[in-house]
């Protein structure tokens, strides 16, 4: 759990109890009893009233209550287009967590907001990525999180084919296609795979380093020299 929604859960149970002891935070959130106490002492250094101590309990103030998410018109249109292209243009995994992030969203806006996401009238209709493709970005996803080198069969525009052992850095989406920015071993070298020309992609358990100069900042700030 990232520290910033961890934070947002101590706000939540606090609210819902009277009194809630660090050991009882700590279990739920599966963090250490220190870790609670300095994020209480965050919490508070921002201004959340939160009563009590360490060994005995917090409580919130009554009244306190998160501010409403503000978001203007056009704001609310690209959360809902980029949900919708996501929807249209990713794995299964990332299109229901696209749904669910607006759902979230929603939820918590304001009551004249609420619909803003629903009037949104900037579409992606189609379902445009083959299944093929969405399941060799599903695992694209897990390989580069999990820095698992990546073994892979690729052909060309041109017809040539070759078998590539390469160290997946990121997925770039171009409008039409995706492709994979990766350390490739046979060339020494960055080099882009476009998704649906890769076959028999295979994860492989060997876990490739952070190294200077081979990382997706470089590969990037590489890119931009070129271009």
């Known amino acids: ?77 690209a959360l809902a287009l980029g949900a919708r292209i996501v929807e249209s243009w990713a794995d299964p995994a990332l299109a229901t967590a696209a749904r669910s992030v607006l759902s979230k969203v929603q939820t918590v806006l304001p009551d004249n907001l609420k619909n803003g996401i629903d009037a949104a009238t900037l579409f992606s209709p189609m379902v445009r990525i083959q299944p093929e493709v969405a399941a060799t970005m599903a695992l694209l996803r897990q390989s580069i999180d999990s820095r698992n080198k990546i073994e892979f069969d690729y052909a060309r525009a041109d017809g ?19 492709t994979l920015g990766a350390w490739c071993e046979l060339r020494e070298a960055f080099r882009s795979f476009r ?21 997706v900042e470089d590969l990037i700030a590489q890119c931009r020299e070129e271009r």
């Open 1 to 77: 759990m990232r520290r910033a929604d961890r934070l947002f859960q101590i706000v939540q149970f606090l609210r819902s109890r009277r009194v809630t002891t660090a050991r009882w935070l700590a279990e739920r959130l599966e963090v250490s009893e220190r870790t609670i106490y300095r994020d209480v002492r965050d919490l508070l250094a921002s201004g959340v009233p939160i009563d009590g101590e360490a060994g005995i309990g917090y409580a919130i103030r009554r009244g306190f209550d998160l501010p409403p998410l503000m978001f203007s018109r056009e704001e609310l249109d």
């Open 160 to 178: 040539e084919k070759s078998h590539r052992r390469v160290w997946p850095l990121g997925l770039f989406f171009w409008g039409q296609v995706w």
């Open 195 to 215: 998704l649906d020309r890769m076959a028999a992609v295979v994860q492989r358990d060997e876990i490739f380093p952070a190294l200077r100069g081979r990382t």
